[in-house]
């Protein structure tokens, strides 16, 4: 069965985390992904946890795997002309090209995004950098450089998270990195689309700064209102009351009851209905004037029984959920019937269980994966097939040009 983007062809040329992420989501949906890499590959190759416990030569270890399945690796040496040269080669096959380099690097290349667009007219041009492109808006930060770490910090992130405002904490997940290269994929394919309307391509420019910033929607308009900066407050909600973690007898559960009409059901479950309707916690404005009475009245319940007995009474009524491990995870019968965990094959003989497509198509499932590749491994394939397409370009150019004379010439001696 076709993929729906299958026949899009993406060359490559991101390492580590953004880049990689973004173009695994459009390898996911069928597009032909070609990552290409430097004579010593992607530096994320090199990072483990390692199958069987070892590096194994010319292997990869589980960073490489997560979020490279898919694809096929070409090497080739963009600071030699002969590497740049088959990019281009390359790119004249290609429908989007996705580069998380920081910004100068493409232009000391000789493949600036103008050279590029005049060259290939219908290529999209995708770049995944901390601070953005100058060209869809210069930052003052344009030159420095960006992890997932750093844009979690600037863009808000970190500020809202923590037990306290004395203690903010890095979230856990790269989201720094794996939400700009989210919208990253969702910009190529809207210019991907109006590249196939109207045959021009253009650049799709996502800062990680402006990513994480988006994720954090809601300070902006806090801020705008109420001219208070938020910040870390645990694991409450500023504008919702109770939506935050309760403790149970063997863990953590979340609960999510800001409406009033969800404060009743809640209050009714635990067994305490006048709460429901008491003035003093009635309304959600009510109830986050005395957050810390509201959650010490639902601990004083939830405490009594276990995570899986909270859930058991709650689920079905109350939003909630348990506070889930990696291991809990992989044991949920969710995850197994959304199919959010798969077993790819690996280089080193055991294969590896990586997260799944949370784009779930009815019509187009991604059904099957395929293991990253190894550093090069399709580099003659690829080429080759660049080459005899090249190849065949050349000779329809030129027989147009034989037909192009010919009809010139029988237009000359045509009677008038």
């Avoid at 045959?199 to 988006?214: K, N, P, S, T, W």
């Avoid at 293991?371 to 005899?388: D, F, I, Y």
Wanted: glycine content about 10%; overall charge negative.
């Amino acid at each position: 069965m076709a993929r729906p983007l299958a026949g899009l062809r993406v060359v490559d040329l991101t390492q580590v985390l953004s880049g990689p992420f973004c173009t695994m989501l459009l390898a996911d949906l069928g597009a032909d992904v070609i990552k290409v890499e430097p004579p010593d590959g992607d530096v994320a190759r090199r990072w483990g946890p390692f199958v069987d416990g070892g590096e194994a030569e010319g292997s990869y270890g589980g960073y490489f795997a997560s979020t490279n399945r898919n694809k096929r690796s070409v090497v080739l040496d963009l600071k030699a002309e002969e590497g740049r040269a088959a990019l281009l080669d390359l790119l004249g096959t290609a429908d989007v090209l996705v580069e998380n380099f920081r910004v100068g690097v493409m232009e000391r290349l000789g493949l600036a995004y103008e050279d590029l667009h005049a060259r290939f007219p219908r290529l999209v041009y995708a770049s995944i950098r901390g601070f953005g492109d100058p060209r869809t808006g210069e930052s003052p930060y344009v030159d420095r450089p960006a992890f997932d770490i750093i844009a979690q910090a600037v863009g808000g992130l970190i500020g809202i998270t923590g037990l306290d405002a004395d203690t903010p904490v890095k979230v856990g997940p790269g989201v720094g990195d794996t939400f700009p290269a989210a919208l990253s994929a969702v910009g190529i394919l809207a210019a991907v689309r109006h590249a196939e309307a109207t045959g021009e391509g253009q650049m799709v420019d996502v800062g990680m700064y402006d990513g994480v910033l988006a994720l954090c929607e809601r300070i902006v308009y806090q801020h705008a209102i109420t001219g208070q900066s938020p910040r870390p407050q645990g694991n409450t909600h500023p504008l919702l009351c109770p939506y935050g973690l309760v403790r149970t007898a063997d863990g953590f559960v979340a609960v999510a009851a800001p409406s009033d009409h969800h404060w009743r059901l809640l209050a009714e479950i635990m067994g305490a209905p006048e709460l429901g309707s008491d003035a003093r916690y009635a309304t959600n404005a009510a109830r986050l004037s005395r957050a810390a009475e509201v959650y010490r009245l639902v601990e004083g319940w939830s405490v009594t029984r276990t995570t899986a007995q909270v859930v058991e009474a709650l689920a079905g009524r109350i939003p909630c959920g348990p506070v889930n491990s990696a291991a809990d995870i992989a044991a949920d019968p969710h995850v197994a019937a959304r199919q959010m965990i798969v077993e790819v094959d690996h280089p080193g003989g055991t294969p590896v269980r990586v997260i799944g497509s949370a784009i779930k198509l009815t019509g187009t499932p991604a059904e099957t994966f395929t293991r990253a590749p190894l550093l090069g491994e399709h580099t003659a394939e690829v080429m080759a097939a660049v080459t005899a397409a090249a190849g065949a370009t050349r000779a329809d150019e030129e027989e147009e040009q034989r037909r192009g004379t010919t009809d010139h010439h029988r237009d000359d001696v045509r009677p008038r």
